[in-house]
């Protein structure tokens, strides 16, 4: 039976994450361990990626951001980087034509600028053609950074003329605007750090790290991920239900 408690009332920190974040981490050691080149560890993690969209729909979780590639990643070596471009753009292809039958709606963060004008293309028409659908949203963070984004939303707001500031107005020159911030950050592959994720985002979720390497980490990872969520006393800065 599934530890996860998929009734829970509205407003109770029991209840499913709205939005969760995952870092794709453990490809390349998931290879490793299996004797294959590193791409073969990033494409069992795409496989991966389309399972956990897949679930986490299935849950009823509104949003799933992904990070799959960092400001950093383009130092790996060139045949790394174009292994994940080919990768990006499969999926990318795969999903226009699934488009009707996800019902997805599909968004990237990130400055798209660098990549080869395909990519690009691709990025523009899925993000298009998939806005139409509410139900569900993924987030694919790429060329993405936590630090860049709020440069980036900074520039963007002076440029604006300096709107009178809140922390709601600078949320919204964040990529993904207003959706809500993630409630659950999900590490797979051992590290325990935020690696430059969603700096402004991530204010106040809760984090769940994994042993587990990302290509392993199946629905019963997510269900496991999830559960412990749910433990979670919520607090946003006040004093919580065990000192009343
Ligand atoms: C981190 O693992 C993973 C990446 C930098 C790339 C993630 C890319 C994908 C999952 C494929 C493309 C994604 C989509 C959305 C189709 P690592 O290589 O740092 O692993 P390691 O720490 O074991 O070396």
């Not at 412990?228 to 607090?235: F, G, I, K, S």
Request: proline letters at 5%.
């Amino acid at each position: 039976m599934s530890p996860l408690k998929r009734n829970a009332v509205a407003g109770e920190s029991s209840k499913l994450p709205r939005h969760i974040a995952v870092i794709m981490d453990g490809n390349g050691r998931w290879a490793k361990r299996r004797g294959l080149p590193r791409s073969a560890g990033h494409s069992a993690g795409a496989d991966s990626f389309r399972k956990a969209a897949r679930y986490c729909q299935k849950l009823g979780v509104e949003y799933l951001t992904v990070y799959a590639f960092s400001t950093e990643n383009w130092k790996r070596p060139a045949d790394e980087v174009a292994g994940i471009m080919s990768l990006l753009e499969k999926y990318l292809r795969q999903a226009l034509r699934d488009l009707e039958k996800e019902k997805v709606r599909i968004c990237i963060f990130g400055d798209l600028a660098p990549f080869a004008p395909e990519l690009q293309r691709l990025c523009r028409e899925c993000m298009d053609r998939s806005s139409v659908y509410t139900g569900a949203q993924v987030n694919i963070c790429l060329n993405y950074g936590g630090r860049d984004e709020i440069v980036r939303a900074a520039r963007r707001w002076a440029a604006d003329g300096c709107p009178e500031l809140s922390e709601q107005v600078f949320g919204s020159y964040m990529w993904g605007g207003n959706i809500p911030d993630p409630d659950l950050l999900i590490r797979p592959g051992g590290e325990k750090r935020i690696s430059n994720f969603l700096l402004w985002e991530c204010a106040y979720a809760e984090f769940y790290f994994s042993d587990v390497l990302w290509p392993d980490f199946d629905e019963k990872e997510f269900d496991k991920a999830i559960a412990a969520y749910q433990e979670r006393q919520r607090r946003f800065g006040d004093i919580g239900d065990n000192e009343a």
